[in-house]
């Protein structure tokens, strides 16, 4: 985890295995003025599942804001 982004300053903070999931820590995370993105290795719109890592969605954050969206994330 916490692994770097090459192509911005985003970190990630935390991974997940569905849409659902992402989409209330990342309605949790807004709600406490941080902004999040997702990455994912298979669109989950097309291919509803997860197996072997590709349903995992990863969720980044800015860098800034990392110590303290672990914190929120860790206290859900």
């Known amino acids: ?6 192509n911005s300053h985003l970190v990630e903070v935390c ?3 569905g849409p659902a ?3 209330v820590i990342k ?3 807004e709600s ?6 997702f990455r994912g290795q298979v ?7 997860s197996m072997d890592g590709l349903g995992e969605i990863r ?17 859900k």
Do not use: T
């Open 1 to 6: 985890m916490n692994k770097e982004d090459k």
């Open 15 to 17: 991974r997940v295995w």
């Open 21 to 23: 999931e992402a989409e």
């Open 27 to 29: 309605s949790f995370l």
């Open 32 to 37: 406490n003025n941080i902004s999040c993105i």
């Open 43 to 49: 669109v989950q719109s097309i291919h509803p599942f």
């Open 59 to 75: 969720i980044f954050v800015a860098k800034k804001d990392l110590d303290l969206a672990k914190k929120l994330i860790e206290s």
